[in-house]
């Protein structure tokens, strides 16, 4: 290389940064020396900020825009201003680009069960996951609390330390929620903005944000999702009958179709077989097996009335039968005491309330005299 070509690099000095890997959050901008020329070009794109850093101190941040680092406020110093030392400044600046834009689509999970308390269930163990996106809000302070002096820094270095937060948060929040797990899944949109509202004070610190945090699933350890399912299918059943002979068929169809069960699930399944075809069907004289008889189902039970008093104007009940008769024994219900019942037409005094007459039939009548 000539002296003139060394010379025109020197006066020449560009400093931009395009960047291709969707995963890069800081650069720097790589010089022979970290000498910034005087009167180099800075172009920082939409997107990108600028941290400019000077014998190892931040200088200065800048937003998208093009700057021309001429100016005598700057702190940069020009290889041609020290010829004494062959071109080499003494003085070191850098400058790192820092990616502002959103990084989308970043995963999020907990590694182990969360223990929360169910109103319905109690105890339980549960798990979650989803996405999130960042973004840096505070270039100077990622660069001085995260970054350091790494010359490229990518999401996969701070993804976890986020993660970890997320799950802390997460697990705090579902704990004090007081939600049921069966209306979590209505619930997570409300419960991602609670996360994320718990998160973002502590990654202010580290100069970022969370615009968005999602919560994908929220699921139960795998023994209680089948006993949680049993539950659904014997409601489904309807009555303890259809049920076990739901569970005899599905045990059947399982011994049938596991090859490593041999003879024993064959014997099981013919077994069940059996005991399901005598319970189902009964021969009939001539061998033949006659249509199934539709069960008779029991009367319904008796409806057992309750009483409302009319005392003073007032309206006290409703009361039981039996608490009637105690009544009756205190000498607060007596036979001109108005009472009334559903489906009574109007008010009636005790003694015509054929149900009720019987109770002052038990005690004696009054001695002579009184």
């Given at each position: 290389?000539?002296?003139f070509?060394?010379?025109?690099?020197?006066?020449?000095?560009?400093?931009?940064?395009?960047?291709d890997?969707?995963?890069?959050?800081?650069w720097?901008?790589?010089?022979?020396?970290?000498?910034?020329?005087?009167?180099?070009?800075?172009t920082?794109?939409?997107?990108?900020?600028?941290?400019?850093?000077?014998?190892?101190?931040?200088?200065?941040v800048?937003?998208?825009?093009l700057?021309?680092?001429?100016?005598n406020?700057m702190?940069v110093?020009?290889?041609l201003?020290?010829?004494d030392h062959?071109?080499k400044?003494?003085?070191k600046?850098?400058?790192?680009f820092?990616?502002?834009?959103?990084?989308?689509?970043?995963?999020?999970?907990?590694?182990?069960?969360?223990?929360?308390?169910?109103?319905?269930?109690?105890?339980?163990?549960?798990?979650?996951?989803?996405?999130?996106?960042?973004?840096?809000?505070?270039?100077?302070?990622?660069?001085?609390?995260?970054?350091?002096?790494?010359?490229?820094?990518?999401?996969d270095e701070?993804?976890?330390?986020?993660?970890?937060?997320?799950?802390?948060?997460?697990s705090?929040?579902?704990?004090?929620?007081?939600?049921?797990?069966l209306?979590?899944?209505?619930?997570?949109?409300?419960?991602?903005?609670?996360?994320?509202?718990?998160?973002?004070?502590?990654l202010?610190?580290?100069?970022?944000?969370?615009?968005?945090?999602?919560i994908?699933?929220?699921?139960l350890?795998?023994?209680?999702?089948?006993?949680?399912?049993k539950?659904?299918?014997?409601?489904?059943?309807?009555?303890?009958?259809?049920?076990?002979?739901?569970?005899?068929?599905?045990a059947?169809?399982?011994?049938?179709?596991?090859?490593?069960?041999?003879?024993?699930?064959?014997?099981?399944?013919?077994?069940m077989?059996?005991?399901?075809?005598?319970?189902?069907?009964?021969?009939g004289?001539?061998?033949?097996?006659p249509?199934p008889?539709?069960?008779?189902?029991?009367?319904?039970?008796?409806?057992e009335?309750?009483?409302?008093?009319?005392?003073n104007?007032?309206t006290?009940?409703?009361?039981?039968?039996?608490?009637?008769?105690?009544?009756?024994?205190?000498?607060?219900?007596?036979?001109?005491?108005y009472?009334?019942?559903?489906?009574?037409?109007?008010?009636?005094?005790?003694?015509?309330?054929?149900?009720l007459?019987?109770?002052?039939?038990?005690?004696?009548?009054?001695?002579?005299?009184?």
């Amino acid at each position: 290389m000539g002296i003139f070509d060394f010379l025109t690099g020197e006066f020449i000095d560009v400093i931009h940064w395009v960047d291709d890997t969707r995963d890069t959050m800081v650069w720097r901008f790589e010089r022979e020396g970290h000498a910034i020329k005087y009167g180099a070009k800075l172009t920082v794109r939409e997107g990108q900020a600028a941290v400019f850093v000077h014998e190892g101190q931040l200088a200065d941040v800048f937003t998208p825009g093009l700057y021309m680092l001429e100016t005598n406020n700057m702190p940069v110093l020009t290889t041609l201003q020290h010829w004494d030392h062959g071109f080499k400044s003494p003085f070191k600046s850098e400058i790192y680009f820092v990616n502002t834009t959103r990084f989308n689509d970043l995963k999020w999970g907990t590694k182990n069960p969360i223990i929360c308390r169910d109103p319905e269930f109690g105890p339980v163990r549960i798990r979650a996951f989803g996405t999130y996106s960042v973004r840096v809000t505070d270039p100077a302070r990622f660069l001085t609390e995260i970054v350091g002096t790494d010359g490229e820094f990518t999401m996969d270095e701070i993804s976890f330390q986020i993660r970890n937060i997320i799950v802390q948060e997460f697990s705090r929040g579902i704990a004090g929620s007081g939600i049921p797990i069966l209306d979590m899944a209505a619930n997570t949109a409300d419960l991602g903005k609670l996360v994320a509202a718990a998160i973002s004070p502590t990654l202010e610190e580290y100069g970022l944000t969370i615009p968005e945090l999602y919560i994908e699933n929220i699921s139960l350890p795998p023994a209680v999702e089948a006993a949680l399912d049993k539950r659904t299918s014997a409601g489904l059943a309807g009555d303890l009958g259809r049920f076990t002979q739901y569970s005899a068929a599905e045990a059947m169809t399982a011994a049938a179709s596991n090859p490593a069960g041999g003879g024993m699930a064959a014997g099981l399944g013919a077994g069940m077989g059996m005991a399901m075809a005598q319970q189902m069907s009964t021969p009939g004289p001539w061998g033949a097996a006659p249509a199934p008889k539709a069960a008779v189902p029991p009367p319904p039970p008796q409806v057992e009335h309750v009483w409302h008093i009319a005392e003073n104007g007032e309206t006290k009940g409703p009361f039981s039968k039996a608490r009637m008769g105690r009544m009756v024994s205190e000498g607060s219900l007596t036979r001109q005491t108005y009472v009334w019942t559903a489906g009574q037409d109007g008010w009636l005094p005790a003694e015509e309330v054929r149900e009720l007459a019987q109770l002052f039939t038990i005690l004696p009548p009054p001695p002579p005299g009184s």
